[in-house]
């Protein structure tokens, strides 16, 4: 500002308030604004993390499925071979035998499930970072 002006406006005490109401309120609607974007970043954020994690529980869960499937028609064949049983020495191998290939079953399908839960919690966390990312 000119020294005149800067004169005026300390000389007029109402031009010198609307001048400063009207720098305010244009610093609160800038900062309103951006508000306003970060609030819409947060909430693309959140969708997009829900997704990622609602993609995860039905992998999850689809696996779960499909391994209960698996253990059942186990079990029913299990049942089977025992009705066939004519020796308690013929029972002890089956059954111990079967207790192996389920063990062996259950170890593997819980690493399975292991995987797809750490692989669904890093790509929530991914998710949730790369929102980071970008709203910084």
């Known amino acids: 500002m000119t020294a005149n002006a800067e004169l005026r406006r300390s000389t007029n005490p ?6 400063v109401a ?10 309103l604004d951006k ?4 609030a819409g970043e947060a909430t693309h954020v959140l969708k997009d993390t829900y997704a990622t994690g609602l993609k995860g529980a039905h992998d999850y869960i689809a ?6 499937q698996i ?6 064949e299990y049942a089977s071979q ?13 059954s111990n035998n079967h207790l192996r ?13 292991a ?4 692989k669904m919690t890093a790509a929530a966390a991914e998710s949730v970072k790369a929102g980071i990312h970008k709203a910084v």
């Open 115 to 118: 995987a797809i839960a750490q």
């Open 63 to 68: 696996k779960v499925l499909e391994f209960a």
């Open 35 to 38: 508000m306003a974007a970060a």
């Open 71 to 76: 253990n059942t028609n186990s079990a029913f």
């Open 101 to 113: 290939q389920q063990f062996e079953t259950l170890s593997r399908q819980a690493q399975e499930l």
């Open 82 to 94: 025992l009705a066939a049983v004519k020796s308690p020495t013929e029972f002890f191998s089956l």
């Open 14 to 19: 109402v031009q010198a308030f609307r001048e």
């Open 22 to 31: 009207e720098e305010g309120a244009a610093e609160a609607k800038e900062n």
